[in-house]
C-alpha cells in the first residue's frame, strides 16, 4: 500500500525518494506497520502534533527508497545479497565438524543454489557471486580453525585449572619431547574474517620435509600433534625476514 501510493499513505509519497541520503527507520515504525490498522496509521498521519505526524511519514519515505534499492538492480541491493550468500556459506561450517565437508555443501551450493535464492539472479551477477563466495570460503575456514582452537585451548585450560598441582598440562603448551623434536607455539599472521591478524598457532616440522614447518593441533583421540590440513593440503608456514611467521599462500 506505501509503495503503490494507496490512502492512508498517498499524501506522504513524494518523488525523489531515491535521493534520500540518510535512510533511517526508527524499529518501532515497522513494528506500528504490522499491529496498526489502516485508520490508526492514518490518525498518526493527521495528528495535531507535528512529531507524531512528520515521523511515521519520514519512516514511510525511508523505507521506500530502502524498497526501491533492493528491488532495483543496484549495488546496494548486490551487497545485500552477498550478506545472505556469506551467512548460508558460514552455516555450512557451523553444521559441521568436517572442515571437508561443508567446504564440498558450500561449494555445491554456489554452483547450483543460487537462482533458487535470487530468482531474478543474471548471469553477470551470478558470476561475481561465485567468485566472491569462493574467496569467502578460504576467510571463513581460517575463522572456524581460530575459534576452534581458541575454544579447545580454553577448555583444557580451565580443566588444567581444575585438576591443579599434577594435573594434565594445558594443550597450548608443548611436551618436552615435542619441543626437542622441532614443535613450537608462535603468532603467525593469516587472514581472520577477512582481515590479517596474528594468531597464537602451535607449528611443527613438515613430517615429509624437516626444512619446513606447517600449522600444527593435537589430535583429540591420542594427543599427538599432527598437521593442520585445508583440502587436503598441509598449511605451510614460514618466518619472513621481519621474524614474523606467516602461512605460505595467504
Not at 78 to 88: A, T
Request: a negative charge.
Amino acid at each position: 500500500m506505501i509503495s503503490v501510493c494507496l490512502p492512508p499513505y498517498s499524501y506522504i509519497v513524494k518523488r525523489g525518494n531515491e535521493q534520500i541520503g540518510n535512510l533511517t527507520i526508527e524499529e518501532e515504525f515497522v513494528d506500528d506497520l504490522r499491529k496498526l490498522k489502516a485508520d490508526e496509521m492514518s490518525d498518526r498521519l493527521h495528528s495535531d502534533d507535528p512529531l507524531t505526524r512528520v515521523r511515521p511519514a519520514a519512516d514511510m519515505r525511508c523505507l521506500i527508497a530502502v524498497l526501491n534499492q533492493l528491488i532495483k538492480p543496484t549495488q546496494w541491493r548486490k551487497e545485500i545479497r552477498m550478506l545472505r550468500v556469506q551467512d548460508s556459506l558460514e552455516q555450512f561450517y557451523q553444521d559441521s565438524d568436517d572442515m571437508g565437508e561443508a567446504r564440498r555443501q558450500a561449494e555445491n551450493f554456489l554452483a547450483r543454489r543460487l537462482r533458487r535464492m535470487f530468482r531474478d539472479l543474471s548471469g553477470d551477477e551470478k558470476s561475481e557471486i561465485e567468485e566472491r563466495g569462493a574467496q569467502m570460503l578460504d576467510s571463513i575456514e581460517e575463522q572456524v580453525l581460530t575459534e576452534r582452537q581458541a575454544k579447545a585451548d580454553e577448555l583444557t585450560a580451565q580443566n588444567a585449572a581444575s585438576s591443579g598441582p599434577g594435573g594434565p598440562s594445558d594443550d597450548a603448551d608443548l611436551s618436552e619431547e615435542e619441543v626437542k623434536k622441532g614443535a613450537m607455539i608462535g603468532r603467525v599472521e593469516m587472514r581472520v574474517a577477512g582481515q590479517m591478524r596474528r594468531v597464537p598457532r602451535k607449528m611443527m616440522l613438515d613430517p615429509d620435509d624437516d626444512q619446513q614447518y606447517c600449522l600444527a593441533q593435537r589430535n583429540p583421540d591420542t594427543g599427538d600433534l599432527e598437521p593442520v590440513l585445508r583440502r587436503g593440503a598441509k598449511r605451510l608456514v614460514e618466518r619472513g625476514s621481519d621474524g614474523l611467521w606467516k602461512t605460505v599462500g595467504g
